[in-house]
């Protein structure tokens, strides 16, 4: 074994290195940022604002030189040439400029993921070096070399797969983790695949879609920096859960500047948590509602049933009916959003006004009278009252809210609805917003827009400030060399704002309904309604998007079970699919049950190879006491794998009835079989943070853990047979890394008996 310790031997000091040059690069940045906060409060505003620019970019920098820590390099190739090329997190260089360590995103990476033996793309040998903490514990070499091929090479052979291996093995931490150093080769094709258009990733569970989705968004942000850092990406996720699950991943790849968020919170300062009812959810999904708000915006546009008389200075005039109509056409010609095109409505009706007081009066006005009787018309109560009815001024709550409180307004603005469709959406008034409210409250906000007069002109004058700031900053960056591909003008001119704190274009992005998007990646996608899509391809007028998901779990009502059908109505049939095939999360034992639930359900499934098995994965476990039996089961897998250091997860999933009662039993169960210091330690974890879980599939959406106890199928499915809810069982029975134990006392659906 001489010759492998030396290798490691060798390895170790090329890491030493690399590490070495990491930490020059840290004290580099924190000396700069530590310099440049020395020089005081002093100085002009343009100066103290220049600062704060400086100071925030060298802070950014030593934030992402921190964060790439955790296996800083983790590959080699050996070309053909003869060159050696260490594959990392990031980029290095010494002094001169000469390559330590390739960037994972850089073209020159890309072989590390995708040469085979077959197709060896000038490497003969790839390296996965393995290390901890920066002590280098592991090497694994492929040599991609013909004569070593022994068997014959599919899609599915691994790439590194004593590393992949080890790396799925590991306890979850109820974090995910990045992937960079064994994301497999038809991984690699759909993180590196081109910006434009719109690239659904089909796959099973497990096959990595969420992971793939993430670095591609680093990946992206890498390839097109200068475009994609001004306009900013989208991470649209199922719940806030789930984004917690991914929060660490992008930082860990450098990456902390993408949006996240849920179709809930796409509106900012909108709360929409309330739950409701599918069936209601569907409808609210539905298209109708872009042609249903349209008229109900159009319904606060209104001729009066008659002339309305009104008295000014003396003077009977009327707001007349075809005077009326003809001011509504003139302000829809504008183009404009409703509240934005209102004030020209009110401009040609007093105008209208003016004239009948003149005929009336037969009086020379000159343009001091005008002035003064637009005034008075403007603030007299009934003309007032009967332009505001005419053309009511109103925001996207409102509107929406009058639609649900009020049957008149919502029979008026989607008839298409039936009576009973209609009844489902009735809500008291007061009532709190729900998820599937908002892409409707989304679609009102834009045909409403704000009566925003004097926010324009701020806007305009900020516009033109930013436009010298960023000749400016151009100006800085020349003298000061601090570009480097590492920020432009433009952004650093959005730093030296002189108002308000200094905001980043996810800051900004984030706060501003109106931001468009340079691209968004969309989790779970299949989750989606056609008004979520709708709201959601609004904010990427390009149409560059990432959309994962798989139509064989879909759970909501509103959802997607064929991509055609989801897809085609917002975006028109442009866009192009990606397959994944093989399961990295799920052993083969549980992957293939699944698999058979599924099909034999009728789920619109996509091929499922596990990529590794276990022996004793899948535990059938028939029981007259299902409760019982799942608390025993769950607090034996607590034992068998959760650690004290917070690493390991065990789930019991059940339907929402039985949740409570399992809860009971399995906290009354713990202390016997845990000691109580550890069912303490336990008991008082934060939901988000519990290594020991009861939870229904919904909750489990997208999230994985080392054991789960499935209680109970049927159930879960629900009465209704073939409509029953086989998506929520297939997310639940693909969620362990390592065991599935099922408890039941019902027979098992078709698929889940044991075979043999
Ligand atoms: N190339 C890889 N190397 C190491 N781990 C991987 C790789 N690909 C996927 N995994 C791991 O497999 C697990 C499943 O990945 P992920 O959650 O992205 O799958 P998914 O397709 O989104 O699943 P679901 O459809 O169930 O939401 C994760 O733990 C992920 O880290």
Do not use: C
């Not at 003809?326 to 829809?332: E, T, V």
């Amino acid at each position: 074994m001489a010759g492998r310790q030396d290798e490691l031997a060798r390895e170790q000091e090329v890491v030493d290195r690399l590490y070495a040059r990491l930490d020059t690069l840290r004290a580099s940045a924190r000396a700069r940022l530590a310099d440049v906060r020395r020089s005081g409060p002093s100085g002009s505003p343009q100066n103290r604002s220049e600062r704060d620019a400086f100071a925030t970019l060298y802070s950014d920098r030593a934030a992402r030189l921190d964060a790439v820590e955790d296996r800083l390099a983790f590959g080699r190739l050996d070309l053909d040439d003869g060159e050696q090329r260490y594959v990392g997190r990031i980029g290095l260089t010494d002094d001169e400029h000469r390559s330590l360590l390739t960037d994972w995103r850089a073209p020159a990476a890309q072989p590390f993921y995708r040469a085979t033996a077959v197709q060896p793309d000038g490497v003969r040998r790839r390296r996965h070096v393995v290390t901890a903490g920066r002590t280098v514990t592991g090497i694994e070499d492929e040599l991609l070399d013909l004569d070593a091929v022994t068997d014959g090479i599919d899609a599915t052979t691994l790439s590194g797969e004593g590393a992949l291996l080890a790396s799925l093995a590991q306890r979850r931490t109820g974090r995910m983790g990045d992937i960079v150093a064994t994301i497999q080769a038809e991984q690699d094709r759909i993180v590196r695949d081109e910006l434009a258009g719109a690239l659904v990733v089909q796959g099973g569970p497990g096959t990595g879609k969420t992971a793939v989705a993430l670095h591609r968004a680093a990946y992206l942000l890498y390839a097109h920096r200068r475009l994609l850092e001004r306009s900013g990406v989208l991470l649209v996720g199922p719940s806030r859960a789930f984004l917690r699950y991914i929060d660490q991943v992008l930082p860990s790849l450098g990456e902390t500047g993408v949006v996240a968020t849920t179709v809930a919170e796409l509106v900012p300062g909108l709360r929409a948590d309330a739950v409701e009812d599918g069936a209601a959810a569907e409808v609210k999904g539905r298209l109708l509602w872009r042609d249903a708000v349209r008229r109900a915006v159009r319904a606060r546009e209104r001729v009066p049933a008659a002339d309305v008389p009104v008295r000014v200075d003396g003077v009977d005039l009327r707001i007349r009916r075809r005077d009326v109509r003809d001011a509504i056409a003139r302000a829809r010609r504008t183009h404009k959003p409703h509240n934005e095109a209102r004030p020209t409505f009110v401009r040609e009706m007093l105008n209208r006004l003016v004239d009948q007081y003149r005929t009336r009066t037969d009086a020379e006005l000159s343009d001091h009278d005008v002035a003064v009787l637009l005034e008075d018309l403007r603030s007299d109560r009934d003309v007032r009252v009967a332009l505001n009815l005419a053309w009511f001024p109103i925001s996207a709550e409102k509107l929406v809210s009058d639609l649900w409180a009020k049957p008149h307004r919502l029979a008026q603005a989607a008839p298409e609805l039936s009576a009973a469709e209609r009844l489902l959406l009735h809500r008291a008034p007061g009532f709190p917003w729900t998820e599937a409210d908002v892409p409707i409250l989304d679609e009102a906000a834009e045909l409403l827009g704000e009566d925003d007069s004097v926010a324009k002109a701020e806007a305009r004058a900020r516009e033109a400030a930013r436009v010298a700031e960023v000749e400016y900053a151009r100006r800085v960056l020349e003298s000061s060399g601090a570009g480097g591909g590492l920020v432009d003008a433009e952004t650093l001119a959005s730093r030296f704002a002189e108002s308000g704190p200094l905001l980043t274009t996810a800051e900004r992005a984030s706060a501003d309904r109106t931001w468009t998007y340079g691209h968004v990646v969309v989790d779970e996608a299949q989750e989606l309604s056609p008004m979520a899509w709708h709201a959601i391809v609004r904010r990427v007028p390009t149409r560059s998007l990432t959309i994962v998901g798989d139509v064989a779990q879909t759970s909501s009502a509103a959802g997607a079970r064929s991509w055609d059908r989801a897809l085609d109505a917002v975006l028109g049939g442009h866009w192009r699919i990606a397959e994944l095939t093989v399961s990295y999360r799920t052993p083969a034992a549980v992957a293939d049950a699944a698999q058979r639930v599924a099909d034999a359900a009728g789920l619109p499934t996509s091929p499922l190879t596990a990529a590794r098995d276990l022996p004793g994965a899948l535990v059938l476990a028939p029981s007259t006491d299902p409760v019982d039996a799942a608390a025993r089961a769950a607090a034996d897998l607590a034992k068998e794998h959760v650690g004290p250091d917070g690493a390991g997860r065990v789930a019991v999933v059940a339907a929402a009835g039985t949740v409570p009662g399992l809860r009971a039993a399995l906290a009354d169960l713990l202390p016997a079989v845990l000691g109580s210091e550890e069912a303490a330690r336990l008991a008082v974890q934060r939901p988000e943070d519990a290594q020991v879980t009861v939870v229904t599939p919904r909750d489990t959406k997208g999230l994985e853990y080392d054991a789960v106890v499935l209680v109970e199928p049927r159930d879960i499915v629900g009465a209704q047979g073939a409509g029953g809810r086989w998506g929520d069982l297939y997310v639940a029975m693909t969620r362990p890394t390592q065991r599935l134990v099922v408890v039941h006392a019902h027979e098992l659906p078709a698929g889940l008996v044991h075979e043999g």
